[in-house]
């Protein structure tokens, strides 16, 4: 891939993490991590930071484990005034690095903005965020803002079959069966 080729910014952008803190003087950076393992962070490559409204490539030069966190070190980035520079840039890429997935699985930022739509046609609302619980996945559905039930956000679970039915991401729905008082 020829180096004018990987410069371009990001088509469909993606916040993979953010960077944290300087450490030490020598221009190494924490980085947090949004992927599900913290070190695939580092397989999606090239990186982009928005700085002042512009796109920014970012090339690593090197990263290490450092007791809890993880640390980068940029290239061009060579004490801690210019590190701090960095501070808070969130970490984008392009979607379109991501591996496609297996029939039956989705990318929490596929599912975001989708309208949950229950078995009997109730409109539960849109999704707006996820959590990981350890045994399932939890939709987090604010509710239209005229619910007959009085809810303003809803948490279901994302278990294939018995609650999620249908998931249509051409027309943005999720069908669940799930009752609308919860």
Known sequence: MSKELAAQPPVK??????????????????????????????????????????WQQVELESWRHHNQDLIIKVKGIDDRDAATQLTNCEITVDSAQLPELNDGDYYWKDLMGCQVVNVDG?????????????????????????????????????????????????????????????
Do not use: C, H
Request: charged content about 25%.
């Open 122 to 182: 109730y409109e539960m609302g849109k999704v707006i965020d996820m959590m990981e619980t350890g045994s399932n996945d939890v939709l987090v559905v604010k509710a239209n803002l005229k619910d007959a039930f009085g809810v303003k956000e809803r948490l279901i679970p994302f278990l294939d079959e018995q609650v999620i039915k249908k998931v249509d991401l051409a027309t943005g729905v999720i069908e669940v069966d799930w009752d609308p008082g919860f």
């Open 13 to 54: 952008p993606l916040v993979l993490g953010k960077m944290g803190a300087a450490y030490g003087i020598r221009g190494w950076l924490k980085v947090f991590s949004s992927t599900e393992a913290a070190e695939s962070i580092f397989d999606y490559q090239p990186w982009f930071i928005q700085r002042a409204g512009k």
